[in-house]
């Protein structure tokens, strides 16, 4: 099986183009649009890695990476952070965890897919 990736954005063409991308390679998708979803997605399916934007409604991706990172049943999820501005709180924590990484928007596909197999087992495939 290739990687279960959760896509958190509450902007949902952002999130279509990202589900269009993953699954062309062959990605298996879940999305949230706020980041209390996607706590709550997470903490029920388990993904292999989640894509989540900063500012959104509700529970910023900073907070939600945070409290994610703190949670036992998904403190191991590696996180990819998009935004289109660099966030002090992302910045920090980056700096204290290696399983996250920061993007920026407008993201190129390329560098995705590197941070996809950088933080995943062997690039992203799995048993």
């Known amino acids: 099986m290739i990687a279960r990736i959760l896509v958190v954005d509450d902007d949902a063409a952002f999130r279509t183009s990202m589900r269009t991308f993953l699954e062309s390679r062959h ?5 949230a649009s706020d980041g209390s979803q996607a ?50 709180p992302v910045r920090r924590l980056i700096e204290t965890n290696p399983n996250i990484r920061f993007l920026k928007k407008p993201v190129d596909l390329g560098a995705l897919d590197e941070a996809i197999h950088a933080l995943l087992p062997q690039g992203g495939i799995l048993p």
Do not use: C, N
């Open 27 to 31: 990605h298996q998708v879940l999305e």
């Open 39 to 88: 706590f709550v997605l997470a903490e029920q399916e388990v993904p292999h890695i989640i894509i989540m934007d900063i500012v959104m409604p509700g529970l910023y991706g900073s907070a939600a990476s945070k409290k994610l990172q703190e949670y036992w049943r998904t403190s191991h999820i590696p996180i990819i952070i998009l935004s289109g501005a660099s966030h002090e």
